[in-house]
C-alpha cells in the first residue's frame, strides 16, 4: 500500500474519531444542562452555537464555548423555552390519557391540540439555532422561527422528523446507550447541515 494513501486513511480516521469524540462530549454536556428542565432552551442553544461552529469549521474549545454560550443566552433562551415547555407538557398529558382513558378527551378537543403541537414543533427546531447565531429580543426570534418554519417548510419537516428519532429510539433498551451518547448531538448536527444554507442566506440579508 502506499504511503500516502496510508496517510490518508489515517487521516480519515482521525477526523471520524475526532467527530464521534466531540459529538459525544457535546451530548453529554446537553443532557447536563437539560436537567434541570427550566434550562433545556439554554443548553440547547448552546449545543448549536458549539455546532454551527464545528460545521462552520472555526477555532475554539467546545466545553469553553458551550459553557460561555449558556452564560450569555441563559435569560432570554429560558423564556424561549418556556412556552413550548407548556405546550409539550400539554400535549404529553393528552398522550397519556389517550391511552390510559381513550374516548375520555373529545376529538374536538383532541384535533385542534394536535395541530397545535405539530406546529410548535415546527417552530420549535428554528428558535433555538436562531437564538445562537443570530442577535434579537425574543419576538424577533419566535417571528423569525414562524417565518422560517413556513418559508422553508421542508427543511423544518426533516429537522422535526430528525429530532423526534431518538424519542422513538429511546423506548427500546437495547438503543439507549447510543442515545444516551448521541441522541441530542447528531440529530443537532444533522440539523445545523439542513438549516446551515438558509443562515448564510439571512447574514448575507443582514451585511
Known sequence: MPISRLQGENNVI???SSMIAQLVLINLLTL???LPVITIGAALTSMHDVLQMIVRKEDGY???RYFSSFRKNMKQATLLW???LFIFSGCIADIIIIFAAPGLIPSY???????????ALFVFQWVFPLQARFKG?????MKMSFLLAVARFPRTILMAA???L???AVRSILTLPLVLLFGISVPGIIGVKIYHSVFTVLEQTEE
Open 14 to 16: 482521525i477526523r471520524v
Open 32 to 34: 447536563l444542562c437539560c
Open 62 to 64: 467546545i466545553t469553553r
Open 82 to 84: 418556556v412556552p413550548f
Open 109 to 119: 378537543i383532541m384535533i385542534p391540540a394536535g395541530v397545535a403541537g405539530l406546529f
Open 137 to 141: 429580543n425574543f419576538g424577533v426570534v
Open 162 to 164: 430528525v429530532c423526534v
Open 166 to 168: 431518538p424519542v422513538i
